[in-house]
């Protein structure tokens, strides 16, 4: 991979950056999908959720799965919500949740324990997913294409 990369959209330039600025702090939402599987967060939810307005980038592998019930530790963020789908690929696991607040986040999970037969199962529970605040960015105020 390069030193600096450039993401162009339509024929103009959205971010010029080395590879983590870009993946890590995306400038606008096209970006942070065009680098990689991003969730966003968008205003309502975002309130919900964080307390505060504004579209927010979370990377999936950045999202914690946990039990209903399980208290979030100081300074995480949690959002509960139903897993919706499950996509067992191997070394990991994808999981779709439906948020409660609205939104549906994907959450990345590494298959260290148990098998597809274990994952397939959660499809359909309730879900609590934990995450570190600094792990929302806040993307700029631009349309999202």
């Known amino acids: 991979m390069s030193d600096r990369v450039a993401v162009f959209h339509r024929g103009r330039i959205e971010q ?6 870009i993946y890590e702090h995306p400038a ?6 065009f ?8 205003d309502a939810a975002s309130r919900a959720v964080l307390g505060r307005p504004g579209l927010h980038s979370v990377r999936p592998e950045k999202i914690r799965l946990a039990p209903p019930d399980e208290v979030a530790a100081a300074g995480e963020v949690a959002a509960d919500g139903e897993v919706r789908e499950v996509a067992y690929a191997g070394a990991t ?8 607040a609205g939104d549906e986040l994907v959450a990345l999970r590494q ?15 309730r879900v609590r997913l934990l995450w570190r605040p600094e792990h929302a960015y806040l993307l700029p105020d631009v349309p999202a294409d």
């Open 16 to 21: 010029v950056g080395t590879p983590a600025e």
């Open 93 to 100: 696991t994808r999981f779709v949740v439906t948020l409660d």
């Open 111 to 125: 298959n260290a324990d148990g098998g597809s037969a274990d994952v397939a199962a959660l499809r359909g529970t």
């Open 28 to 33: 606008s939402a096209f970006v942070a999908g």
């Open 35 to 42: 680098v990689g599987t991003s969730n966003l967060l968008r």
